[in-house]
């Protein structure tokens, strides 16, 4: 039997929110958004389940991100200032893997992580929950699922620390769970949120229909 790890805090929470938003033509993140019957800035409604699920979440941002950071902690109110790590990764620019190796080397003591995007939205705290739940009763490797494909979060085990942070491109951890897919643990969930990140103006129809 896997002996799980005693304390939830051994598992490192990591938002990526360092990308360009070049698809969709002005700062996505902060794109004024109606999900779950309040009007939120995107990433705020990308946080939201995180917080819910971690006492700290590393958010990775790009260099020069001072107003997004403040617009995120203004709309998020009266949340613990712990709650929130900003964490700048100077290589932004190279591609998501970066910003992925960045955050998880700044949490380089945690036991696992759990990697999400800032431009998905409509992900369900459950989902969150629960990809942290399999990492702590020992998987190495896990992700939500909905009907047998595989969605976001993904959470590593410490044993992916040397690949994780040697990753390079804008793929960011996918193709380890391709290669070791037979080893994923795929927490079943009943919600497309898993799917639904926000590239071009046109993917926000997709969340507009949820409200």
């Not at 009907?147 to 193709?175: I, N, S, T, W």
Request: with cysteine; proline share 6%; aromatic share 6%.
């Amino acid at each position: 039997m896997v002996k799980p790890l005693s304390d939830p805090a051994d598992i490192a929470a990591v938002v990526l929110a360092a990308g360009n938003s070049s698809r969709f033509g002005s700062d996505k993140l902060l794109h004024p958004l109606r999900l779950r019957g309040e009007t939120l800035p995107l990433i705020v409604h990308s946080l939201m389940p995180w917080l819910q699920t971690f006492e700290r979440t590393t958010v990775v941002v790009r260099p020069g991100s001072e107003a997004l950071c403040d617009a995120i902690t203004t709309a998020l109110g009266p949340v613990p200032r712990e709650a929130l790590r900003w964490l700048v990764c100077d290589d932004a620019a190279q591609g998501m893997a970066a910003s992925l190796a960045c955050g998880v080397r700044a949490n380089r003591s945690a036991a696992g992580w759990l990697i999400g995007l800032a431009d998905m939205p409509a992900i369900p705290s459950v989902a969150i929950d629960g990809v942290r739940d399999a990492l702590l009763f020992g998987a190495d490797l896990s992700a939500s699922s909905c009907y047998g494909k595989c969605g976001h979060p993904a959470g590593f085990a410490a044993c992916y620390y040397e690949e994780l942070v040697a990753l390079q491109g804008d793929m960011g951890a996918r193709r380890l769970l391709e290669r070791d897919k037979s080893n994923l643990v795929p927490i079943e969930i009943r919600s497309n949120g898993i799917y639904i990140d926000v590239d071009t103006p046109g993917d926000l129809q997709h969340l507009e229909i949820r409200d």
